[in-house]
């Protein structure tokens, strides 16, 4: 029996994973949810002795199940190769009495890597499962590592397109540049006038456009989405707690059966998700420890169960976290209301309309398993100094911001469990930031001074993603305006 995947608004018949994985988006607006989470069915004494693509197997496998083994083996293998710069693929670094599990190690060097380098295997996989013969036309917006991630992956893969949306001054200085430079013929970058919450709302619309959706038909191409509500990120996401977790046991870190906490810095919801998700399959984690930084709605959320995005949307140093309206939390609001989509409906209908919501105390009470605060500007740059200075480790902003969660939770709850932080992004990434949280003296550096110097003090090598933006020609200069998101997609495709 195929797990099947519904909508969390209701309408449309449950699909399998591969169509699910086609369509990103269901047709009510609702993201599709697995009708139960499968539970792990190998021992941690076997996950211990595997490597990174077997363990994604072995998850996977267990999500996707209307793909053979073949199918999704080849998938794996294509997506965790040497387009990482460690055969471990998601390594686990010490420091400071904490782990930091680094799932920067892709073509990017930050997490979406760990997701969307497959992501383009498993929908052209699913395209050929489902007889679609129109080109996947995939639509992104982005906070800045979404596109970069999306657009590596999806470059000059046959039979799809790939149009990423930016925020053209949301976002840092090379993860513009890293867009910008693209390569590949089916690949184009738009920078809008607007924040991330613009591009990402007006790419929704342009997936619930009917009258495109005909017109794209006729020319034979069809949308899909690499956004992080794609079941098809969601669920490679899981693989690596489950990978850590094995890791931390297999060098008796923990003990079996061990707890441990999981802080994850978070934006739209999907990392911690998968977190969530690999827990309710079995992986002994206690704590989800929900990171935010200034755009702390989150925070707030988890604290009284309102969600408000009625706030003044504050630019941060971690860009990528810079978001009002977290769209997989869709998917935990669902569950706890009792997978009942008729009632989370009609929350995420207030969200578009007052744009708040309250869940019920039933709900809120399900929800002791997170905990939720957040990191200003001043406590992440402290964070990033202090962690240098004591152990030369050096940490990029938005895991900071992890890190002083980490410290407030520890200070509040001290329950002593050991603790995985997922550390999302390269400091190579960030590298004006952080480097002017380690000294201010680096203020005058240029960019590319400010790359080598990170590698002196660092002591670690300049990531070969950094290198080859030194000197890469700009290819894109697209630019628009909030509403003309529609009229760039129809001239790109030529329609
Ligand atoms: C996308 C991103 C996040 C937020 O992850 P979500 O899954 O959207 O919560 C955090 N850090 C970095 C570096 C990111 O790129």
């Known amino acids: 029996m195929d797990l ?27 993201l599709f949810v697995p009708d139960q989470i499968p539970a792990l069915d190998k021992s941690m004494d076997e996950l211990a002795k595997m490597s990174y693509q077997e363990t994604a197997y072995e998850v996977m496998k267990l999500f996707l199940t209307d793909f053979t083994e073949e199918e999704l083996k080849e998938c794996i293998t294509k997506a965790y190769d040497s387009k990482f710069d460690t055969e471990v693929i998601a390594p686990l670094a010490e420091a ?37 013969e129109n080109e996947i036309v995939i639509l992104t917006a982005t906070s800045g590592d979404t596109g970069k991630a999306a657009l590596a992956g999806f470059a000059d893969v046959e039979g799809t397109r790939i149009i990423v949306f930016y925020p053209k001054n949301g976002v840092s200085p090379i993860q513009e540049k890293q867009m910008v430079t693209q390569k590949g013929d089916n690949t184009y970058v738009v920078g809008i ?77 999907g990392n911690i998700l998968a977190a969530f998700y690999a827990k309710n399959m079995g992986l002994p984690i206690a704590k989800l420890i929900c990171a935010s930084n200034d755009n702390k709605v989150l925070y707030d959320f988890f604290q009284t169960g309102e969600y408000d995005k009625n706030r003044e949307f504050v ?5 990528s976290m810079d978001i009002l309206i977290s769209s997989n939390l869709e998917r ?33 009470a399900q929800l002791a398993d997170f905990y939720g605060n957040y990191a200003t500007e001043t406590e992440t740059a402290e964070k990033i100094k202090e962690l240098y200075e004591k152990t030369g480790y050096v940490i990029d902003t938005h895991t900071a911001v992890a890190a002083v969660v980490y410290d ?11 603790t995985v932080i997922a550390s999302t992004a390269s400091p190579y ?67």
């Open 408 to 418: 407030k939770y520890k200070a509040a709850n001290g329950d002593g469990n050991t």
């Open 96 to 132: 400071d009495g904490a782990y930091y599990l680094e799932l920067f190690h892709g073509a990017t060097i930050a997490f979406k890597d760990m997701a969307l380098s497959i992501l383009p295997h498993l929908l052209t996989t699913s395209a050929r499962k489902n007889q679609v």
């Open 4 to 30: 099947l995947y519904r909508s969390t608004r209701g309408s449309g018949q449950p699909v399998k994973a591969s169509q699910a994985i086609l369509k990103g988006l269901s047709e009510d607006g609702g």
């Open 332 to 364: 935990l609001i669902y569950r706890i209301a009792g997978n009942d989509a008729e009632k989370n409906a009609g929350f995420m209908a207030e969200l578009n309309g007052d744009g708040k919501y309250s869940i019920t105390d039933d709900m809120k």
């Open 429 to 495: 990434k960030f590298t004006r930031s952080v480097m002017n949280a380690i000294d201010s003296k680096y203020d005058s550096y240029t960019d590319f001074e400010l790359v080598d110097e990170l590698s002196r003090i660092s002591g670690t090598e300049v990531p070969k993603a950094i290198e080859e933006i030194r000197t890469a020609p700009v290819l894109h200069d697209h630019i628009c305006e909030k509403d003309e998101m529609k009229d760039v997609v129809k001239k790109f495709l030529g329609i």
């Open 193 to 269: 006038h607007g924040n991330f919450d613009d591009a990402q709302t007006g790419v929704k619309k342009l997936f619930a456009d009917k009258e495109l959706e005909g017109e794209m038909a006729q020319k034979g191409f069809q949308f899909s989405s690499a956004n992080s509500i794609n079941i098809g990120r969601l669920v490679p996401q899981i693989v690596y707690y489950v990978y850590a977790y094995a890791r931390l046991y297999a060098e008796g870190k923990v003990a079996k059966d061990e707890p441990v906490n999981v802080v994850v810095p978070t934006g739209n919801f």
């Open 315 to 319: 630019l941060t140093t971690s860009p």
